[in-house]
């Protein structure tokens, strides 16, 4: 098994925006907390209309952005040599041998929105998902040793001229994985025959 967490990270994300909506009226001022009472109530008008949608990705859009949305995309992955087991065996059955290594991947979360404002309330949602659900990632998709990091807001790289938003943020994940792989089945002998040529010499 390879792991695919930019994959683990937008499933992850889709359920919060899910929870968060269902559970608004507690969350809100839960994670928004330091927050004016005029801003919370910004949030809680927006998120109540259901019109108002957040799309969480791989990749980035290829049409202009106009709402909320998350761009999941593999920042930095490298083995972690010290963890690796010696020529990277770890089992074997009667008819299986399996191979793994150790891994960590930084994955990169770019935060697009309307304005400053949603740029950073967007952002710390991201960040409260990714902790509200560390547990998740870590036993239904092998992400252990998880850390969550912040970027500051930069301009937004659009190569394609279109975009409404000129900024974004950004939230790190970083965390390890083992992926494992199957060696493919040898072709085992389950029977031979031996001919041998007797000669005689004088």
Request: hydrophobic share 35%; aromatic share 12%; charged share 10%.
């Amino acid at each position: 098994m390879i792991s695919l967490g930019d994959k683990a990270i937008v499933n992850v994300l889709n359920e919060a925006i899910s929870l968060f909506r269902q559970n608004i009226s507690t969350l809100v001022p839960n994670i928004y907390a330091l927050e004016t009472s005029t801003n919370q109530e910004e949030i809680l008008t927006w998120w109540s209309n259901p019109k108002n949608q957040v799309i969480a990705q791989i990749g980035f859009s290829r049409s202009p952005v106009t709402g909320l949305q998350y761009a999941v995309t593999t920042g930095q992955e490298s083995q972690i040599a010290s963890r690796r087991y010696v020529g990277n065996f770890i089992s074997q059955t009667s008819t299986q041998q399996t191979y793994s290594t150790t891994f960590e991947t930084t994955y990169i979360i770019g935060v697009l929105g309307p304005n400053q404002n949603w740029l950073l309330w967007s952002q710390m949602l991201c960040k409260w998902a990714l902790l509200y659900y560390t547990k998740t990632l870590e036993t239904d998709y092998g992400l252990f040793n998880q850390r969550v990091g912040l970027g500051p807001l930069q301009p937004y790289p659009d190569s394609m001229g279109d975009s409404v938003f000129p900024f974004y943020r950004t939230v790190t994940f970083t965390a390890q994985h083992e992926d494992t792989w199957d060696a493919l089945p040898v072709q085992s002998v389950s029977s031979a025959s031996v001919q041998t040529n007797n000669t005689t010499s004088s």
